[in-house]
């Protein structure tokens, strides 16, 4: 599995993988409140207005198995949170898109998750998405390691949220600990940190296998 950054030519495989692979989480349910292709779509739609816009700004980063992208993860660097917003003509795409409801309620889950961000420098894991069909396959494994030794070299704490409470031990292998548990639109999520660890990864922290 090699990890690099997400080249401009791979966005729309990129787009593909990240909207299939969150189409079922419980805020996914809950903010689009449809069947999964409606889903699909409506995350498609919202990934395509920031995945462009991350890849100029933030750190986006893909997985990937005999050359084919397989996963990915974008996250922010200290102070660089949260990313811009997409213009208007991006903003009217993704009305059309999503639909005024699904939007809104999005902008309600944003809301509440920036009442509980962290306010000293980190890196801020946005989103890390694989394939479905290579779940298990160790991209996510990857796409997490390399993130948290860039975090170490920083000497930068980390954080992140998950709506998925059976990734919390995920997590917590590669050195995330709960800083805190809350409910968005009813749908319980985990907010973890991980502290400064110096220049160079801990070897205890390792990512599972």
């Given at each position: ?159 992140l ?24 639109l ?14 160079r ?9």
């Amino acid at each position: 599995m090699e990890v690099g950054r997400l080249e401009r030519a791979e966005l729309g495989a990129a787009v593909g993988i990240l909207a299939e692979a969150f189409r079922d989480n419980p805020l996914n349910r809950a903010a689009i409140r449809a069947d999964p292709p409606a889903r699909v779509r409506s995350n498609r739609a919202g990934i395509r207005s920031y995945l462009p816009l991350a890849l100029e700004v933030a750190h986006v980063a893909v997985a990937r198995e005999a050359g084919r992208p397989v996963g990915v993860l974008v996250a922010t660097p200290p102070w660089r949170w949260p990313l811009p917003a997409p213009g208007a003509l991006g903003l009217l795409r993704l009305l059309v898109g999503q639909g005024f409801a699904v939007v809104r309620r999005w902008s309600q889950v944003s809301a509440r998750l920036r009442e509980h961000h962290p306010g000293q420098p980190h890196w801020y894991l946005a989103t890390l998405g694989v394939a479905p069909e290579r779940w298990g396959a160790g991209a996510g494994r990857a796409l997490l390691g390399a993130f948290v030794a860039q975090a170490d070299a920083d000497g930068s704490a980390a954080y992140l949220e998950t709506d998925r409470p059976e990734l919390e031990g995920f997590y917590r292998s590669a050195g995330f600990r709960v800083r805190e548990r809350i409910e968005v639109l009813d749908v319980p999520v985990l907010l973890m940190e991980r502290p400064p660890r110096g220049p160079r990864l801990d070897e205890s922290a390792a990512v599972p296998t």
